[in-house]
């Protein structure tokens, strides 16, 4: 439509009804493509497929992996693997609204063990949980140091 515009203008100045003439046929005339513009428009699409594929993986791996105060802890005192999945069981079995709390003082790991117990007795991990109290606090669970 431009350039016909712009032929006519060369000519010296358009009349009216010139000038809507060759808008009407800039209108009529079908504009074909450049045949760049796809090579773009497939170009453009295609970086924003990437990024929705980087953006989902990127999401995906961190909500597998939400962090952690808990392990955080753990690792930092040196726990291991086991010892910190039983103090995730004793969070969860008593329901503690911040797991990391626990690991202030003796007693408020032996109060979660406690509660812990008396939502699911299991001997043998109070026992690994006696051996961890000792291991963190130097005193096991309801001895006073």
Known sequence: ???????AAGRGSL????????LRRGLEEPNPMPPVMPLVIIGILGVAAILLLFHALRSRRTAAQPFSYLRHAAQLAGLSLAELQDL???????????PTAMLLCPTALAHAVGL????EPDAARDERLQRISRKLFGVGLGERG
């Open 1 to 7: 439509m431009i350039p016909l515009l712009a032929q």
């Open 15 to 22: 009349s009216r009804e010139e000038t809507l003439s060759a």
């Open 88 to 98: 995730q069981v004793v969070a969860e079995r008593a329901r503690l609204p911040h």
């Open 116 to 119: 812990a117990a008396a939502a």
